[in-house]
């Protein structure tokens, strides 16, 4: 039974004024295999700290991070990472860019040629594995980030703001290829984005963290990542459920910013 | 100042008929020539190729006009060459007056002319004289020296051509000015014109004449290839090594804190110091020969191409080396299939620099000292005032460090395709 465990993490900087910044503070999580966790919050929550040390980037200063039972002390292929953009090698065509993590651990190319052909259909560009990075757009850029990393085959995959950089119609497409390689691949997913629409389409699980310190505001259970599976999302956003918590969890978050500004207008 | 000024001319007449042709001619409607907004878009500006063509051309028309040259129709009007004459008055000690003649013949310099001869009645005291100057010369003459008394005390030229002259005065006769000295002897300048001396610059086809003439028989025993060859092999070889050393020490700058902290200050310290303020003391330790020019170059290409390998290195998105370690890559992959790649922009952009350098470098350095070398062919040639061989050399300079600028660029083109559009 695969999982990854986040036991009571907590993560402080040092400033050099003698200061400290609490980025998190006593977060705990477990996410079981095949889970999919949207991850919400107002900027300096700490989501993306969290992120950076389940993918072993950072240390953090209390608590662990344990995937299947073992430490986290790196990164690792296990933990497979999306960026929001420019991680992929311009350096490299798609099929190349695709093949990066399986030609690191040695794998023979008929091996892993029948895969990454495989994982170009799935992400729909079969016509494409001969071209080089620039030249293909930002969505197409994005399917590439995500072939990538399902061909290295990892037990979780931590996403970044993947289609933060992507416009609105494109990013709809995505969602519905988000879904489709999650429920194809039974993958461990972590998804951090700053779009409520996007968290509670994706999100079977949806954390709400709240800054300063970073910590876990609220957890949801949904149903619309299952509802969206295979089906236009356009029509699940019109659902009435949908359309409340969409009001309760921007409503949430508008109190959250109002706070931090109230804060700062108060003299030192 | 009235070559700036014919240049600027030529610059307005060219630009001012381009538009009057332009606007006559049948349009393409590309996209940058349908923008009304050119003023202020720099993606709206490219070179204009007719533009440049016609400023090569009128580089040439300027050069060939003022050094008389056969290949431009027109020219500025030349030194005076030819026969021509003054009379003078004189009084002698008695304070009688006398006048007589003074012939000259102008000819070129080289060419063999006998002097002008003298009519043959000579009456009076002073009497006729003859003189040959070179164009562009002049001649320190006393005409008083053949005259019956001449060298009297009291004897003197008084005026020429009528004029009244005294000692320091400066009358112009019909080809050239005339200066009287202190002494008395006449200072005679025929009229230089506006054309240039060939020892100060001589016309294209001398040049291309000399070119010629040493690419077949070679400089100093030396072919010109031989001496082209030794330039760019120095050259070559220091940048290389300059490479092989530098570019890792930079990689290692960007990757370790501890070599990033060990080599900042030297390299900080060196950036700044031009090569050529290291030229002494290279000849003090390595001599004059090839060792002592290769570190020279390797030493101006070292730090170059140390700090365009450092800044190739920080210019690596941090995620990309978080991509490639999550998808398992080990250290060593990362730094061959990620940062070495990511770099190469950075390490062409400074290939680029470090070759400009040196080859500026290597001509300095044979300028001081070599046996062979193009550096060593000019200042070699300017102490014989052979200006055809120095104008020569600095073309071939010029050429040969433009070749090498396309041809990086060329490289760079075919290995780094995505250079801008990552």
Same mark, same amino acid.
């Given at each position: 039974m695969g999982n990854l465990v986040i036991d009571d993490l907590s993560m402080r900087f040092d400033l050099p004024n003698d200061g400290s910044v609490q980025?998190?503070?006593n977060v705990s999580l477990e996410l079981a295999k095949g889970e999919l966790l949207a991850v919400l919050g107002p900027s300096g929550c700490g989501k993306t700290t969290l992120l950076n040390i389940v993918a072993g980037f950072l240390a953090p200063t209390d608590g662990k991070v344990t995937l299947n039972g073992k430490t986290v002390t790196g990164p690792g292929p296990e933990r497979g990472m999306v960026f929001q953009?420019?991680? !992929?090698?311009?350096?490299?065509n798609v099929r190349r860019n695709i093949s990066f993590g399986p030609d690191m651990a040695g794998r023979p190319s008929s091996e892993t040629g029948p895969v990454v052909e495989n994982l170009l259909r799935t992400v729909g560009l079969q016509d494409f594995?001969?071209?080089?990075?620039?030249?293909?757009?930002g969505g197409m850029q994005q399917r590439v980030a995500l072939a990538r990393c399902l061909a290295n085959d990892p037990d979780v995959i931590l996403m970044d703001?993947?289609?933060?950089? !992507?416009?609105a119609l494109t990013r709809e497409k995505m969602q519905g290829l988000v879904l489709k390689l999650w429920k194809e691949t039974g993958k461990t997913i972590i998804l951090i984005t700053h779009s409520v629409e996007e968290a509670l389409l994706l999100g079977e699980r949806l954390l709400v963290m709240a800054p300063r310190?970073?910590?876990?505001?609220k957890e949801y259970r949904l149903p619309f990542a299952e509802m969206g599976v295979g089906r236009d999302l356009r029509s699940v956003k019109k659902e009435r459920e949908f359309a409340e918590r969409r009001e309760e969890i921007l409503g949430m978050i508008w109190d959250m910013e109002e706070e931090i500004m109230g804060r700062q207008e108060e003299p030192a | 100042m009235i070559v700036l000024l014919l240049y600027v001319a030529i610059f307005a007449l060219a630009f001012v008929a381009y538009r009057f042709w332009e606007r006559k001619r049948h349009h393409l409607h590309d996209f940058a020539s349908l923008k009304?907004?050119?003023?202020?878009?720099?993606?709206?500006?490219?070179?204009n190729r007719f533009a440049s063509v016609v400023s090569i051309i009128a580089l040439f028309a300027i050069w060939g006009a003022f050094t008389g040259s056969?290949?431009?129709p027109l020219h500025v009007p030349g030194p005076f060459v030819g026969d021509s004459s003054f009379a003078y008055t004189a009084r002698n000690a008695a304070g009688e007056t006398d006048e007589a003649t003074v012939y000259m013949r102008v000819y070129r310099v080289g060419e063999d002319v006998p002097l002008p001869e003298l009519p043959a009645d000579q009456a009076g005291f002073a009497m006729d004289d003859a003189l040959k100057i070179g164009a562009w010369r002049s001649v320190l003459a006393?005409?008083?020296?053949?005259?019956?008394?001449?060298?009297?005390?009291?004897?003197?030229?008084?005026?020429i051509d009528g004029q009244p002259i005294a000692p320091g005065d400066t009358l112009r006769f019909a080809d050239g000015e005339i200066t009287m000295t202190s002494k008395g002897s006449l200072s005679i300048k025929p009229d230089k014109g506006w054309q240039m001396e060939p020892i100060w610059l001589p016309a294209p086809e001398a040049v291309v004449a000399r070119l010629g003439e040493i690419a077949s028989e070679g400089y100093k025993n030396v072919s010109l290839w031989e001496h082209l060859g030794y330039s760019l092999g120095r050259v070559i070889g220091g940048f290389v090594i300059g490479s092989i050393l530098g570019i890792p020490l930079g990689y290692a700058m960007g990757l370790s804190n501890w070599f990033r902290g060990w080599f900042d200050p030297i390299v900080e310290f060196m950036r700044?110091?031009?090569p050529l303020a290291l030229i002494p003391l290279i000849i003090i330790w390595f001599g004059i020969g090839e060792e002592g020019k290769i570190i020279l170059l390797f030493l101006a290409a070292l730090w170059i191409m140390t700090i365009a390998a450092r800044a190739g290195v920080s210019g690596v998105r941090i995620s990309k080396v978080h991509a490639a370690y999550s998808l398992g890559a080990s250290k060593w992959q990362i730094l061959w299939h990620v940062i070495v790649p990511n770099s190469l922009p950075e390490i062409f952009t400074g290939a680029r620099v470090a070759m400009g350098v040196c080859w500026g470098t290597v001509v300095a350095a044979e300028l001081v000292a070599?046996?062979?070398?193009l550096g060593m062919m000019i200042v070699n040639a300017s102490k014989f005032q052979l200006t055809d061989i120095v104008i020569l050399g600095i073309i071939l300079i010029g050429i040969i460090g433009y070749g090498i600028d396309i041809l990086i660029r060329m490289a760079e083109k075919w290995l780094v395709p995505w250079k801008g559009r990552g």
């Open positions: 980025a998190l503070k953009q420019g991680a !992929l090698f311009e350096w490299m594995g001969d071209k080089m990075i620039y030249e293909l757009s703001e993947p289609l933060g950089a !992507l416009d310190p970073g910590r876990i505001h | 009304t907004v050119t003023f202020g878009d720099e993606s709206a500006v490219s070179p056969a290949i431009t006393r005409p008083n020296e053949n005259d019956t008394g001449g060298e009297e005390d009291g004897y003197s030229v008084i005026a700044p110091v031009p070599a046996d062979r070398g």
